[in-house]
């Protein structure tokens, strides 16, 4: 990477939609005024203490252009993004319900069977939802239900740990989205099984904090883990694994199908690492969590400080206000 490779990285991460959307997250938990409330606000779910553990609550939306250029891969996204946000507690999914809208039948029927292909690979049911076949442009929302015995959140990442990424590199882009599609030719008993290593890894107590990787890519994605967690991060671009053929850039900007970030204590990150090893995932400790309130990105060819959150807060919540 030259100098000014890196500091093409550092513009576009400044100017990225994907992250400055997160900032949406603000208005509606102060409009609702969540901060303070029994359950945190901020994670990738909501967790209920429940009997044995906790249920687990989320929802995804899903962007217009996205539902009526790709409308299978739309009702597909709908089980699968649900399913990361609940493996990213280090839980189980139960069901899902969704809402959708289109013009007429036609409209609905590619979102749907999208929908129902990815419920049946994956093997958790759509047990209902709200349809409206007579409005003025495609919509979709799907919710999860699932359940966790140890908790994975985006509020117990510590200083002195190291910040693993893993994604599932056996994919390619959905061209013209930087969607990394990684699912739709993979196995059902492969992509449940992948699932199935972030409760194993909560269980084990390898981790206490992790994240799906979302539309704000590795980046966008350390921010919401650090100012949930009250920490900094220092991403090392240099230890990224990135698939052939594609340009950091670009990758930076990415949301995978398979995509976590996992705060993890010195002493497991082998064992972290192995783990998603056997099953063919690409992991790697990409950087560090410290002290402060900065995300900051460093390579040979430079660094930056990507987002100081105390100064320019993403989200907005507090640690103390999001604590469990």
């Keep these: 990477m030259t100098p000014d490779e890196f500091s ?4 576009s991460l400044h100017s990225s939609r994907g992250i400055a959307a997160k900032r949406d997250i603000a208005v509606a938990a102060q ?29 995804e939306g899903f962007m217009n252009e996205f539902v009526a250029g790709d409308p299978w891969f739309a009702g597909w996204c709908s089980i699968m993004v649900n399913l990361s946000d609940i493996a990213a507690m280090g839980g189980r999914p139960v069901a899902v319900v969704d809402a ?125 883990l650090a100012e949930c967690s009250g920490v900094g991060i220092s991403l090392d671009l240099d230890a990224i694994p990135v698939p052939p053929g594609v340009t ?28 998603f090893g056997e099953r063919g995932l690409v992991a790697a400790a990409i950087g560090e969590v410290r002290h402060g309130a900065d995300v900051s990105i460093h390579a040979a060819a430079g660094s930056a400080v990507i987002r100081d959150y105390a100064a320019e807060p993403l989200m907005q919540f507090r640690q103390e206000e999001a604590a469990l």
């Design 8 to 11: 093409q990285i550092v513009k």
């Design 248 to 275: 950091l850039e670009r990758w930076l900007a990415t949301f995978p199908s398979f995509g976590f970030l996992l705060s993890v204590p010195g002493q497991h990150v082998t064992d972290v690492l192995g783990l």
């Design 31 to 59: 409009q609702l005024n969540l901060a303070g409330g029994p359950v945190a606000v901020g994670d990738d779910c909501a967790a209920l203490a429940d009997a044995g553990g906790y249920l687990l609550f989320a929802i």
């Design 100 to 224: 959708l809208w289109a013009s007429n039948e036609a409209g609905a029927s590619q979102v749907l069977a999208g929908m129902k292909a990815a419920s049946e690979v994956y093997g958790v049911p759509v047990v209902g939802g709200h349809t409206n076949l007579m409005a003025d442009r495609g919509q979709l929302a799907a919710a999860v239900l699932g359940r966790a015995s140890s908790l994975l959140t985006s509020f117990d990442a510590r200083p002195g740990e190291h910040l693993v990424a893993v994604v599932d590199h056996r994919g390619r882009y959905r061209e013209p989205f930087n969607n990394w599609e990684a699912a739709t030719l993979a196995p059902g008993q492969r992509l449940r099984a992948d699932l199935e290593l972030l409760p194993q890894i909560a269980e084990a107590g390898w981790s206490r904090a992790a994240k799906d990787i979302s539309q704000g890519g590795i980046v966008g994605t350390a921010i919401m």
